[in-house]
């Protein structure tokens, strides 16, 4: 079930860390994605686990892969928010790739 494939981890070096910028908030929510993935594969390994606990979490997961997702798209449409604003919104290692 762990997948690393869903955002980088990695943070940019000319982030703003004084403010939650999407690099930021998409590497939380990478290594929060990667925590509750071993969570659900520790916990449906263990015998006897409760399957509220278990299908709770799975949903959990669900939301946090939701997130993941609007943020991917974050990537795609920053080249047509560039075209309109004039100003490219991701890190500077990222200006000018897509996805």
């Given at each position: 079930m762990a997948s690393n494939d869903d955002l980088p981890t990695e943070r940019a070096d000319d982030d703003d860390y004084d403010l939650l910028t999407y690099?930021?908030?998409?590497?939380?929510?990478?290594?929060?994605?990667?925590?509750?993935?071993?969570?659900?594969?520790e916990l449906s390994a263990t015998p006897g686990a409760d399957p509220k606990e278990v299908e709770a979490l799975r949903k959990?997961?669900?939301?946090?892969?939701?997130?993941?997702?609007?943020?991917?798209?974050?990537?795609?449409?920053?080249?047509?928010?560039?075209e309109t604003?004039?100003?490219?919104?991701?890190?500077?290692?990222?200006?000018?790739?897509?996805?």
């Open positions: 690099g930021e908030a998409g590497a939380r929510l990478a290594e929060l994605l990667n925590t509750e993935r071993q969570r659900l594969d959990r997961i669900e939301l946090l892969r939701s997130s993941a997702d609007r943020y991917r798209q974050h990537s795609a449409s920053a080249d047509k928010f560039t604003f004039g100003f490219d919104p991701r890190p500077r290692e990222k200006r000018g790739k897509t996805g």
